[in-house]
């Protein structure tokens, strides 16, 4: 998370918007979000309600849920799903960033 709210500009950039959804209660996600500034939008999702409409899974011998990345377009289309097997199992930014641009010609058209 960390690392996002340092690349955060480059998305902007890219006229994308982050948002982090997290399986804590909203008092834990809220104090984590102000404790570490985070500059970009979390939602707490601790009844799994976000979770299920996008199947993210879940995996209790690898501490819970797995990551799941995706890009949503401006009309709310999914162009983009990634679900992770693990904590280390999502794409990069820059592989994230290649795709909005791309995203972003596209859409010139």
């Given at each position: 998370?960390?690392?996002?709210?340092?690349?955060?500009?480059?998305?902007?950039?890219?006229?994308?918007?982050?948002?982090?959804v997290?399986?804590?209660?909203?008092?834990?996600?809220?104090?984590?979000?102000?404790?570490?500034?985070m500059?970009?939008?979390?939602?707490?999702?601790?009844?799994?309600?976000?979770?299920?409409?996008?199947?993210?899974?879940?995996?209790?011998?690898?501490?819970?849920?797995?990551?799941?990345?995706?890009?949503?377009d401006?009309?709310?289309?999914?162009?983009?799903?990634?679900?992770?097997?693990?904590?280390?199992?999502?794409p990069?930014?820059?592989?994230?960033?290649?795709?909005l641009?791309?995203?972003?010609?596209?859409?010139?058209?």
């Amino acid at each position: 998370m960390a690392r996002l709210r340092q690349e955060h500009q480059k998305f902007v950039s890219k006229e994308a918007e982050l948002i982090a959804v997290g399986p804590e209660d909203a008092r834990a996600f809220t104090d984590y979000w102000h404790k570490n500034s985070m500059n970009f939008i979390g939602i707490p999702d601790h009844e799994h309600v976000i979770a299920d409409l996008y199947d993210q899974k879940v995996n209790p011998l690898k501490l819970g849920r797995m990551p799941a990345l995706f890009v949503i377009d401006k009309a709310g289309r999914i162009r983009f799903a990634n679900y992770g097997d693990s904590m280390s199992d999502i794409p990069t930014e820059q592989e994230i960033l290649s795709l909005l641009d791309k995203l972003n010609k596209e859409s010139e058209k």
